[in-house]
């Protein structure tokens, strides 16, 4: 309980049983060469005299082992550091309140859903003991919802710890308070903005809220003093505040400064969108996507503020920028009401316009909306010609021409397929390229020539490749299974699907992932396994029901041939049968049965690498 470290040596002579012992020379002698465990809790506010203590007294007394309990390691020579986590919420976490509460209603036993409601309870205070002691105690006089309705302002409901325990233990608001008084201004400062991250940050994020200079050692402090937890992302570092600490940061931010770096917040967001958007068509796709899947979370909270205050500009350049990760991610439905928003907040002329509108076509087309999506490229189509914007020309002539073949037209798609060629030629982009010639391929297989459909598919895949354009690559190999299904050699088809199922599966893109899934259980069914394709359509069904997308609906040209190649050869409950029991399988077991028929079929039969997925 010391708050002064000059009698600390003596304080700890007392406890020992050495009372004359009051400097850390009289204490080592004290101690000698005994075989002893001395044990130091609460060490943060005295951190640097209890670290001149330890290294006095392990350095003369060669049989002490120490333990400290602290916020912040005393580092000093030899000190090993165990972090104290979280409780888990279901398990001990859960345990402790029902203990707790228990111990106030006596006979009290929580029933099945009760346990559920305190394990929620003790998630939203990330598993912290003291918090889950302070909630319990409330249940004296509020119930389980109440407790955790009440937890929307945790601050006034934790508020009521026991008399005699330490001050800093009798509401949550003070066990912090004790802890950021620890803190210099600067790291004050960078704590109370980093409260505006949600889901973590990293530690570039983390420099936009500072003052200017490398923040690094004000967020390492933060890390010492156990206010700021690190994570590993995928072999990235990121950055955590429990959810207790971010709203006691969030609320020592004044209205005016919250709204200040708030605004950082939504720079930082629009950048780092804008940044991964020209990086997610490239050969670090996959690492840019898992980034921004990390922050999902930050982005939600970018666009709310956004639209909170007006910032209808930045809210368009977000959502328009992310359009494509929503797109690989399966998130199309969130998208898509960002995006409605955004475009809803801004006049007909804004010059973003084109570039969103192209983003929420290609989801709505994901959505199994091609008709929508048609008339978004139309409306981007004939801004980006009033304004001379190629890039969206380029962008936007390709999908007008898909979406045409799409709603039975491909005579007019190859007219305008013509006419995007020399946009996409004027826009210099390679990726912008591939994805017109990916679209030419498919458009000649619907208009009946799959064996040409092939060859442009070829030199498609072989531009994507080079550029990095992982999803044009996997898209010319999706066309071209079905291609071979055109052409009736269904164990080609099995094999080239099965390729992409198992190359997908690597990549964050579960949309894609799925369309495979589906090409390649109808393709078993014409190769002679419609049992087996139809345990993937019910894996396929289940698992994109539970991403809220539909391969089928996608695809409303060649969706249904998928499943009549399964159905048509089954009996009908023997069919349903086979997907109810797909339904249970996981995406692992998918890719596991696709990796069965890579190794099991026979060798190519003479395409180019590039429609082959050979890559590892």
Request: aromatic share 6%; net charge negative; proline share 5%.
């Amino acid at each position: 309980e010391l708050t002064d470290p000059s009698p600390l040596a003596g304080v700890v002579g007392a406890a020992i049983g050495a009372p004359l012992a009051a400097s850390p020379d009289a204490l080592a002698a004290a101690v000698g060469d005994r075989a002893a465990l001395l044990i130091l809790d609460n060490c943060e506010h005295l951190v640097d005299a209890v670290a001149a203590l330890a290294e006095t007294l392990l350095s003369r007394c060669p049989n002490l082992r120490l333990l400290a309990t602290s916020r912040e390691p005393l580092a000093v020579p030899g000190e090993v550091t165990f972090e104290a986590r979280p409780l888990d919420p279901a398990g001990p976490a859960a345990e402790l309140f029902a203990e707790r509460a228990a111990a106030i209603r006596p006979g009290w036993r929580p029933d099945p859903a009760e346990r559920e409601l305190i394990a929620a309870i003790c998630r939203e205070l990330d598993g912290l003991p003291l918090a889950i002691e302070l909630a319990a105690a409330q249940t004296r006089v509020l119930s389980l919802a109440q407790v955790a309705e009440g937890l929307h302002d945790r601050f006034a409901l934790l508020a009521s710890g026991p008399r005699t325990g330490p001050e800093r233990h009798r509401s949550l608001e003070a066990v912090i308070e004790s802890s950021t008084a620890l803190l210099d201004a600067g790291q004050r400062r960078l704590f109370a903005r980093l409260g505006l991250f949600e889901g973590g940050f990293d530690l570039e994020g983390a420099q936009w809220l500072g003052d200017g200079g490398s923040v690094l050692p004000a967020l390492t402090a933060l890390v010492t003093k156990s206010l700021v937890t690190v994570e590993e992302a995928g072999g990235l570092r990121r950055y955590r505040m429990l959810e207790s600490l971010r709203r006691y940061a969030l609320r020592s931010l004044t209205p005016g400064e919250r709204r200040r770096w708030a605004d950082r917040h939504l720079e930082w967001a629009v950048r780092l969108a804008e940044t991964a958007e020209r990086r997610l068509r490239s050969f670090d796709g996959d690492q840019w996507m898992r980034r921004l899947r990390h922050e999902q979370a930050n982005v939600r909270v970018a666009l709310a503020h956004a639209f909170a205050t007006g910032a209808h500009d930045a809210a368009l350049r977000l959502a328009a920028a992310l359009s494509w990760c929503w797109y690989r991610a399966g998130l199309m439905r969130e998208g898509l009401d960002w995006l409605t928003r955004a475009l809803d907040g801004t006049p007909p002329d804004h010059p973003g316009r084109g570039h969103a509108l192209v983003g929420r076509a290609l989801l709505r087309y994901l959505a199994g909306d091609p008709f929508g999506g048609n008339e978004d490229v139309l409306a981007a189509s004939a801004l980006a010609e009033r304004a001379g914007d190629v890039e969206v020309l380029a962008r936007a002539l390709p999908y007008r021409a898909y979406f045409l073949q799409l709603t039975g037209d491909p005579a007019r798609a190859q007219r305008v397929l013509d006419e995007a060629l020399r946009w996409v030629d004027a826009c210099g982009l390679p990726w912008v390229e591939c994805e017109l010639l990916m679209v030419r391929g498919q458009i000649s297989r619907v208009a009946g020539d799959p064996e040409l459909a092939i060859a442009q598919l070829v030199r498609a895949a072989d531009i994507a490749e080079a550029c990095g354009h992982d999803w044009a690559y996997c898209s010319c190999l999706w066309i071209a299974a079905k291609a071979a299904m055109d052409l009736g050699q269904a164990d080609r088809a099995v094999r080239q699907a099965a390729r992409l199922v198992v190359h997908l599966d690597a990549t964050e893109d579960i949309t894609s992932w799925l369309a495979g899934a589906h090409v390649l259980a109808g393709a078993l069914g014409m190769a002679g396994r419609a049992l087996e394709g139809a345990l993937l359509l019910g894996a396929v069904g289940a698992i994109g029901a539970r991403v809220g997308y539909s391969p089928a609906a996608m695809d409303p040209l060649d969706g249904p041939r998928n499943v009549a190649a399964v159905r048509s050869r089954l009996e009908v409950a023997t069919c349903d049968e086979a997907m109810a029991m797909g339904a249970s399988l996981s995406r692992e077991d998918v890719t596991r049965t696709a990796r069965r028929f890579v190794d099991g079929l026979p060798g190519d039969d003479g395409d180019r690498a590039a429609i082959r997925a050979d890559r590892s």
